[in-house]
């Protein structure tokens, strides 16, 4: 991953924060760099720089004051910035830092009822969101939230995820990966109609952060659109990590809990098949525990499971 020079991510931080400050990485990999910002006369702050074709990090303010409107504990964001660098253009979002521990790097340590019910609240916060209709309560002044649209996966990445599927499990699971792709196919319209709320587009364990064993904060919005319910119900199955993705059953109790999780739930196969073909599909190959998982969901998901 390239590296953003110092004086660059100096000279942005300054313009949004007032003085530099000293970056510290905090990830080696994933989609973006991701810094946090000490200084001597304010709060620290993370760093997200996305280099991307076209500007990044434009839905994710919108949604998280939506959000925090809902009453979820969303980090607030300082600017957002886009700058062209090298004749390439990187985003800049800058945001409140956030205390606590990202849930999927302690649940391991969580005795199993407490974990439990941190993914109890984590389901009732998501339906909280769900009560924020992006149509009709737009926060004063600010543009509507775009919408997600499902496409179907190209020629290469289906070729990707059926070779995937065959050297991770074998031929029938080649078999099974195509005829996802056609019951994808078949789902589409009705997945895109126009019954959409809130979305987080990434409800996982690595965003919850934890401090005393109750969620403070939900990081990392840069996905979050306007979609059917479904989406982040269905994310959790295919992405939630090997120790919670079977666990949704904890998610939705919690989200029983405060609205109609059978509702929410309403085309969640579409969803599903996306995510786990587009893992399926990766250029960067993912693990074949990862793959395996990703043909089980496929697997389960046509038979109705």
Not at 24 to 49: C, H, K, M, Q, W
Not at 62 to 82: F, K, M, S, T
Not at 158 to 166: G, S
């Amino acid at each position: 991953m390239s590296v953003t020079p110092r004086p660059l991510l100096a000279s942005v931080v300054s313009m949004v924060c007032g003085e530099a400050g000293e970056p510290t990485r905090l990830t080696a990999g994933g989609l973006n760099e991701t810094y946090r910002v000490d200084f001597a006369n304010r709060s620290p702050v993370v760093v997200r720089i996305a280099r991307r074709p076209e500007p990044w990090f434009t839905n994710e303010a919108p949604a998280i004051n939506r959000a925090r409107l809902a009453g979820i504990p969303a980090p607030e964001v300082l600017d957002v910035e886009h700058v062209e660098h090298d004749d390439e253009l990187l985003s800049f979002s800058i945001l409140e830092m956030l205390p606590g521990q990202p849930l999927d790097e302690i649940a391991g340590d969580l005795p199993p009822d407490e974990l439990e019910r941190i993914v109890n609240s984590a389901g009732e916060l998501l339906a909280q969101l769900r009560s924020f209709d992006p149509s009709s309560a737009e926060p004063v002044g600010e543009a509507p939230l775009a919408p997600h649209t499902l496409a179907l996966p190209s020629d290469a990445v289906v070729d990707r995820a059926v070779r995937a599927a065959t050297n991770a499990v074998g031929p029938d699971a080649g078999a099974a990966v195509e005829h996802g792709v056609e019951l994808f196919a078949a789902q589409l319209g009705a997945a895109n109609a126009e019954v959409h709320v809130v979305t987080h587009g990434d409800w996982l364990p690595k965003h919850f952060m934890i401090s005393e064993q109750e969620i403070v904060g939900v990081i990392d919005w840069e996905f979050a659109s306007a979609a059917r319910a479904a989406i982040d119900l269905a994310h959790w199955e295919v992405a939630a990590g090997p120790l919670l993705r079977d666990r949704s059953d904890w998610l939705r109790a919690g989200y029983a809990r405060v609205a109609d999780v059978d509702t929410a739930s309403e085309l969640a196969l579409p969803y599903v098949l996306h995510y786990a073909l587009d893992v399926l599909g990766w250029q960067n190959p993912a693990s074949p525990e990862r793959q395996r998982h990703c043909v089980e969901v496929i697997s389960r998901a046509m038979s109705g499971g």
